[in-house]
């Protein structure tokens, strides 16, 4: 014989028993509660009974606010949410917010988006201005110069970049690097490249067709630090179809540059203007007016601060 409804489930008594007794557990959780407090003058007790789902679904998730947690391994319902309560043509609803830890996970990948770099050394990507040595006059100098810089670039005011250049081992390098990690505190993207290796890279992009979307990338970078200019094999097609184009490019529409070599002004001429075809001046006198126009010479000086 089968079962009749009210005995399966019991008086209509025993169901609002039930009913009840989910009702108080509810409004009776302490996140509930607040909430029903906070918003008192708006809430009426129809509003709680045809909302109790939703109230009993927010009592039911584990609500972690704090951020000692990582996005990986957030532990609320939601992964990286907070659920949170409001009202809305009087009825009770119920959204998610972002978890800081969402917040502090979307913060790092859009810094680590700032900085595009290739075939640099990690040591230069992590620099910070703190950092760098300030033992010698003209660094602090340059130092004293970066936040006026810095602010120009952020508040895109056509600004003149540097071109450090000195020995071996005297950080410009990582002075460049500090710059662009700055910028990305800002939210300023920063392309950073080793010259030797790109070009290298560029000459092997011919067979998988890159070369031409590389070099657009870097030509229109919104700010480019070229590190290492004048330790790269030159080659007629390097001065003439990467390096000519870029530099020009980026002087007709004042984009912020900067650069470091081991070499001055007059040593990187004559690098440029050898090449296998022989030497040529013109062409080489060209690439320095653009450069020159680009960024201001600075000497850095100092021992090699790479045997510390």
């Not at 998610?96 to 290739?118: G, N, V, W």
């Not at 660094?139 to 450090?164: E, H, S």
Request: glycine residues 4%; neutral net charge.
């Amino acid at each position: 014989m089968m079962k009749s409804f009210n005995q399966i489930m019991g008086s209509n008594n025993a169901i609002q028993k039930r009913i009840e007794k989910i009702k108080r557990q509810v409004i009776n959780d302490p996140d509930v509660k607040a909430f029903l407090d906070a918003h008192q003058s708006e809430i009426t007790n129809d509003m709680i009974e045809n909302d109790l789902n939703i109230l009993q679904e927010y009592k039911d998730q584990q609500k972690h606010y704090t951020d000692n947690h990582t996005f990986e391994n957030c532990p609320n319902f939601v992964k990286g949410h907070i659920p949170e309560l409001y009202v809305e043509n009087q009825r009770i609803k119920i959204r998610y917010k972002p978890c800081p830890c969402k917040i502090r996970h979307d913060e790092e990948r859009l810094a680590q988006s700032m900085i595009t770099s290739f075939h640099m050394h990690p040591e230069t990507l992590n620099a910070k201005l703190e950092d760098v040595y300030m033992d010698r006059r003209n660094r602090l100098d340059l130092a004293m110069q970066f936040k006026t810089l810095i602010d120009d670039i952020v508040n895109q005011k056509p600004v003149k970049g540097f071109y450090l250049y000195g020995a071996l081992g005297t950080g410009k390098s990582f002075i460049l690097g500090a710059i662009a990690n700055e910028l990305k505190e800002k939210h300023v993207h920063t392309t950073i490249i080793y010259v030797p290796e790109f070009i290298r890279i560029l000459k092997n992009g011919f067979n998988d067709g890159t070369t031409t979307k590389r070099i657009e990338q870097i030509r229109s970078a919104k700010v480019l630090i070229l590190d290492d200019i004048g330790a790269e094999d030159m080659t007629p097609w390097a001065r003439d179809e990467v390096l000519g184009p870029v530099l020009h490019y980026r002087m007709i529409q004042e984009l912020p540059t900067f650069f470091s070599s081991n070499f001055n002004f007059e040593e990187l001429e004559a690098h440029i203007a050898r090449t296998k075809n022989g030497v040529e001046w013109t062409k080489a006198q060209r690439i320095m007016e653009r450069i020159k126009t680009l960024a201001k010479p600075y000497k850095l000086e100092g021992e090699n601060y790479r045997n510390r």
